[in-house]
């Protein structure tokens, strides 16, 4: 047996559906504001924390992959390699940011961890 929408049914589906859509929007919003320096928009994509371990993967440690502990990575990976003019940068950044919002991370990292290794590729690019 089919069921009859009134006119009030619809407009109720209607207006959840939007709530929803901007429910999407203010979630994405709170999670987090966009990194105010230099290409911190792409930054706050692709994550500090994972920025960091795929660098130190690619010039480090070939051996290290928390950066693959989100299922996004590749996506994350095409934004870092049109990136790079930031890259250092970045790196520079991460040394200063706060540790409890580092350690919010879903590759596993501890913020002692993700800034040693900023630290180590800083050093790399000076030699």
């Not at 290290?64 to 940068?89: A, S």
């Amino acid at each position: 047996m089919l069921r009859k929408f009134s006119i009030l049914d619809l407009q109720y589906v209607k207006k959840v559906s939007l709530q929803d859509k901007n429910n999407k929007f203010k979630r994405k919003e709170l999670m987090g504001r966009a990194f105010n320096f230099k290409g911190g928009e792409y930054l706050t994509t692709i994550g500090a924390c994972w920025f960091v371990s795929y660098s130190y993967y690619k010039k480090i440690d070939s051996t290290h992959t928390n950066w693959q502990d989100v299922e996004t990575w590749p996506d994350r990976v095409r934004t870092f390699q049109r990136t790079i003019e930031y890259h250092e940068y970045w790196l520079e950044q991460v040394l200063n940011m706060n540790d409890l919002k580092l350690n919010t991370n879903q590759i596993h990292l501890k913020a002692s961890q993700v800034k040693q290794m900023a630290k180590i590729l800083l050093k790399c690019k000076e030699q």
